[in-house]
């Protein structure tokens, strides 16, 4: 019932902000109990954790991502955004939304998330 669809530029220069959309459809992003995070994943690399917002829109991020990472959100659109800036090619990788399970506490693990979007690829490169 729940899906998530990512989208925005698969391209993104050096040093320019990387921004995604997460599109939610079958529930509502102000549902109570259930937080909305942005993964990635880089070539050859582990799924990490970059941040999540929760029902009444508080953010948490990764200490990692703590100082250029921004999740925010449009609840007009049932959506939800990721904003990374000053990119360089380490920040290549598949990125990825994903929704918690109810009552969710321990937002960095991977299995906290219940549903996931198909994940799209960003490329930092001139």
């Known amino acids: 019932q729940v899906q998530l669809q990512e989208s925005g530029p698969g391209l993104v220069k050096p040093s320019q902000t990387l921004s995604l959309t997460c599109t939610v459809s079958g529930a509502s992003i102000t549902t109570r109990n259930y937080g909305w995070g942005w993964f990635r994943q880089p070539p050859g690399k582990r799924l990490e954790w970059m941040g999540v917002?929760?029902?009444?829109?508080?953010?948490y991020y990764s200490p990692s991502f703590n100082s250029r990472a921004s999740v925010s959100r449009d609840t007009s659109k049932n959506q939800f955004s990721l904003q990374l800036s000053s990119v360089s090619p380490e920040d290549t990788a598949v990125y990825y939304c994903?929704?918690?399970?109810?009552?969710?506490?321990?937002?960095?693990?991977?299995?906290?998330?219940?549903?996931w979007g198909q994940g799209t690829q960003v490329t930092v490169s001139s």
């Open positions: 917002m929760n029902y009444d829109g508080r953010t």
């Open positions: 994903a929704r918690t399970r109810r009552d969710y506490s321990a937002y960095e693990f991977v299995d906290e998330y219940e549903y």
